[in-house]
C-alpha cells in the first residue's frame, strides 16, 4: 500500500492546495511514483494546475486527477508509492474517513487567530474519532512577516498540537510560478535556511517518520 498523506481544513485560502502541489513536486524528483488527488471537483484547483504544468517541458510528471470520493481516488493505488490527497476547503462527512487512513494529516492555516481557532477545533475533533497526535501536524502558511510566526507558535504550543518547522511567506513570486504549473519550491533557488524550505523539509521528515513507525508495526 501507498504512503497517503492528506491536507484538511476547515476553510479556503489556507495554503492547502498550494503545500499539497508542492509536496506532490518535491516528492517526484525522488522518483517516487506521486499521485496527487483532488478531491473539490468543482474548484480541481490540483487539476488546473496539472494542465499548466504539462506544458512545461522540464516539470517532472506528476499523475493528477479529479475525484467525487476518496474511495475513488484510491481505486489504483497499488500503482503508486504516494498519494496526495487535497480535499476541499471545508470539511464534511468524507473528512473522518480520509484521515483515518492517512499516514500524515496536515492542516494548514495563516497565523491569524481566525484561522488558528477553526485549526485546533479539528485537530480536536480528529482526535476524538481516533486519529493519534503523531500522525497530525499544523502548517503555517501565508505568513505576511516573521512576527507572525512566534503568535502562531505560541497559539499552537498552548494547544499541545505540532507545528512544522518554517513557514510559506505570502509572496507574488509564489503565486506566479503557481499559474505557470510550477509549485513554490520551484519558483525561486532558495537558501536552505529559507522558511518555505524548512516547511517542506520538516513534512518529508514527519512524512518518513511516520512511515517508519509504519513498517515497525507491520
Given amino acids: ?68 470520493s476518496f474511495e475513488d481516488a484510491l481505486e489504483d493505488s497499488d500503482a503508486f508509492d504516494l498519494i496526495i490527497v487535497d480535499t476541499p476547503g471545508h470539511t464534511s462527512a468524507a473528512t473522518g474517513t480520509v484521515a483515518r487512513a492517512s499516514h500524515v494529516v496536515v492542516v494548514p492555516t495563516s497565523a491569524t487567530i481566525d484561522d488558528l481557532y477553526p485549526t485546533v477545533l479539528l485537530l480536536h475533533a480528529l482526535e476524538e474519532i481516533g486519529i493519534s497526535r503523531n500522525r497530525l501536524a499544523i502548517a503555517l502558511c501565508r505568513v505576511l512577516e516573521p512576527g507572525e510566526e512566534k503568535t502562531a507558535r505560541d497559539y499552537v504550543d498552548a494547544a ?12 507574488a513570486t509564489y503565486r506566479s510560478a503557481q499559474n505557470r504549473g510550477q509549485a513554490l519550491t520551484e519558483a525561486v533557488d532558495a537558501a536552505d535556511d529559507d522558511p518555505t524550505n ?21
Fill in 1 to 68: 500500500m501507498p504512503l497517503i498523506v492528506s491536507f484538511l481544513s476547515q476553510k479556503g485560502g489556507v495554503g492547502k492546495s498550494t503545500l499539497a502541489r508542492a509536496l506532490a513536486a518535491v516528492s517526484s524528483t525522488g522518483h517516487l511514483r506521486v499521485k496527487l488527488a483532488d478531491l473539490d471537483v468543482q474548484q480541481q484547483t490540483a487539476v488546473r494546475w496539472g494542465k499548466a504544468r504539462k506544458q512545461r517541458v522540464s516539470a517532472l510528471p506528476i499523475e493528477i486527477g479529479a475525484f467525487r
Fill in 160 to 171: 499541545g498540537y505540532e507545528l512544522l518547522p518554517g513557514f510559506i511567506p505570502e509572496r
Fill in 198 to 218: 524548512l516547511l517542506i523539509e520538516g513534512l518529508l521528515r514527519k512524512i518518513a517518520a511516520q512511515s517508519a513507525a509504519g513498517k515497525r508495526k507491520g
